[in-house]
């Protein structure tokens, strides 16, 4: 199975301006001054030994998330990542590298802006012959997208799109088979309810959890229904837009959680790999690589098994397992 990362900020895409970049390369050009590099090789193994945070960015697409095998896949929030989702779909297929797909299935925690507002840019929403289908527990799932679309929002209404785009309500007391995958939900604490799936498929299993927020701790009662759903994961994606002091202080009630109840919640439900999602949009990407590494650091305390794999997301890390 793999998971490919398409979108990964939360609330607002991110913008790398041309200020930071240049940051970027001023970091990169002092650090190989003290190298004397001379041959393309040494330039090559010098940039794979820079910073991520200088070397590559973690990206700016709100959420969108790619779960599959070699005989298909779904995706997890329409936020502006799936737009570059879509593209990378039509381009290996005019390159003859895979077929486009015809058929896609797309799984929605909720409906705010930023996990929405990549869908009118979908470009197989335009294709005729191509069957989308949209999952969720919010019931008129519809309404949302009609209203995004809406003439004053949008210059394209949904009705106007020519893919076969069909929503489907799900049940949360319900197991369901989805183009290979068996697929449950779970209520999760976030303004307006948002809601996270667990995807199984050839024994592997993917939680995609965010937009939530975890108000008592992960020792507490409220956290016992998520340790269960969580249990056993080979990967959850997991919300951690802020420090734990942020989101029981300042940003209590916003509906996200902290990278150290990430871990926490992990290393209880024995999950395999974790991955921290839904970066804080204000967040540059020193400030994101300083977030991992404190990240990191807690791991070391909390799991005397060294059994987790940790990751920060970023726009195209795609991990196999």
């Known amino acids: 199975m793999y998971v490919t990362f398409w979108g990964t900020r939360g609330s607002l895409p991110y913008s790398l301006t041309a200020e930071k970049v240049r940051k970027k390369i001023g970091r990169a050009l002092r650090l190989a001054l003290q190298e004397g590099l001379k041959t393309e090789s040494e330039i090559e193994a010098f940039i794979d030994r820079l910073p991520f945070s200088v070397r590559g960015s973690y990206g700016g697409n709100t959420p969108c998330v790619e779960i599959g095998d070699e005989d298909g896949f779904v995706i997890c929030d329409a936020g502006s990542g799936l737009r570059d989702l879509g593209t990378s779909l039509l381009r290996r297929g005019q390159l003859g590298d895979s077929p486009i797909p015809d058929e896609f299935h797309l799984f929605l925690s909720h409906f705010h802006w930023d996990h929405i507002q990549g869908f009118p840019f979908f470009p197989q929403a335009f294709a005729p012959d191509t069957k989308v289908r949209i999952y969720g527990y919010h019931p008129d799932m519809k309404s949302a997208f009609v209203r995004q679309q809406n003439p004053v929002n949008f210059p394209i209404s949904l009705?106007?799109?020519?893919?076969?785009?069909?929503?489907?309500?799900?049940?949360?007391?319900?197991?369901?088979?989805?183009?290979?995958?068996?697929?449950?939900?779970?209520?999760?604490?976030?303004?307006?309810?948002?809601?996270?799936?667990?995807?199984?498929?050839?024994?592997?299993?993917?939680?995609?959890?965010?937009?939530?927020?975890?108000?008592?701790?992960?020792?507490?009662?409220?956290?016992?229904?998520?340790?269960?759903?969580?249990k056993?994961?080979?990967?959850?994606?997991?919300?951690?837009?802020?420090?734990?002091i942020d989101a029981i202080d300042t940003k209590r009630n916003w509906g996200h959680s902290s990278n150290l109840l990430g871990i926490e919640f992990a290393v209880r439900s024995g999950a395999k790999r974790l991955c921290l999602f839904h970066h804080e949009h204000t967040s540059d990407d020193e400030v994101l690589e300083k977030f991992y590494e404190d990240s990191l650091k807690y791991l070391t305390v909390s799991d005397k098994k060294r059994a987790l794999k940790l990751f920060l997301a970023y726009d195209g890390l795609k991990l196999v397992f």
């Open 232 to 244: 056993d994961a080979d990967l959850l994606v997991f919300d951690a837009q802020y420090h734990l």
């Open 159 to 230: 009705e106007s799109m020519s893919a076969d785009i069909r929503f489907e309500t799900l049940e949360l007391e319900k197991t369901y088979e989805i183009n290979g995958f068996t697929v449950k939900g779970i209520m999760q604490n976030h303004p307006g309810s948002s809601y996270g799936f667990s995807f199984e498929k050839g024994g592997k299993k993917v939680v995609y959890s965010t937009d939530s927020e975890y108000r008592y701790g992960a020792e507490s009662e409220h956290s016992d229904p998520f340790i269960g759903f969580f």
